[in-house]
């Protein structure tokens, strides 16, 4: 289960570093920076959650359907997760 659960752990630390490196930056000019920073953190996360449960579930649907062997239903949802990712991940960075 550790083998698995490294890379989702390293990437969560990953982007509790950034937040908090953007904080520091930001923190040493101004008042007004440091509200800038904390306003683009918390949308940037926000966006972040929801394209991550939209992964997650696209995955489990995935692994359910490969662990029964329907191959024709296994055709059309990944190409259905892959552009709710897509879909996703152009809503946050724009």
């Known amino acids: 289960m550790i083998r698995l659960a490294w890379p989702v752990l390293v990437a969560q630390l990953a982007v509790i570093a950034s937040g908090v490196l953007d904080t520091v930056m930001g923190g040493r000019y101004?008042?007004?920076?440091?509200?800038?920073?904390?306003?683009?953190?918390?949308?940037?996360s926000a966006s972040s959650i929801g394209l991550m449960g939209v992964i997650t579930g696209a995955l489990a649907i995935a692994a359910q359907l490969f662990g029964e062997a329907a191959r024709e239903d296994r055709r059309g949802n990944a190409p259905d997760g892959l552009a709710?990712?897509?879909?996703?991940?152009l809503e946050s960075c724009c």
Do not use: M
């Not at 101004?30 to 940037?44: F, K, P, R, W, Y």
């Not at 709710?84 to 991940?89: I, K």
């Open 30 to 44: 101004s008042a007004v920076d440091l509200a800038a920073v904390g306003i683009g953190q918390a949308s940037i």
């Open 84 to 89: 709710r990712a897509r879909a996703g991940a």
